[in-house]
């Protein structure tokens, strides 16, 4: 599997100014603008600007996909436990049975 980067900018120059795209790799075939600045005067500010924000925009990224995966750890230890609790239950319920027999 060949190995690229997941988020980079792109700076394009429309008319006398000069714009800003934030862009993530959703697949291998698809490129998707998360973020996008126009009005730039020159092609440095709008580079600095790009930089600035990528990484920005990163560190957000991987605040969230923190929260996320702290989430998916609670749910799964939840979803352990209420399935313990269903075992232990059928359990239960095949031993009355076993002695109502």
Known sequence: M????????QVVAEGE???????RQA???????SKRQDGFATEDEAKAWGEAELKQF?????????????????RDEAEAAAQSR????QARYEASRVEDE
């Open 86 to 89: 269903y075992e232990e239950a």
């Open 17 to 23: 100014t000069w714009s800003v795209k934030i862009l």
């Open 58 to 74: 990163m560190e957000q990224q991987i605040e969230r996909n923190k929260r996320k995966a702290e989430r998916r750890v609670e």
């Open 2 to 9: 060949a190995k690229g980067k997941k988020y980079d900018y």
């Open 27 to 33: 697949s291998a075939r698809r490129i998707v603008v």
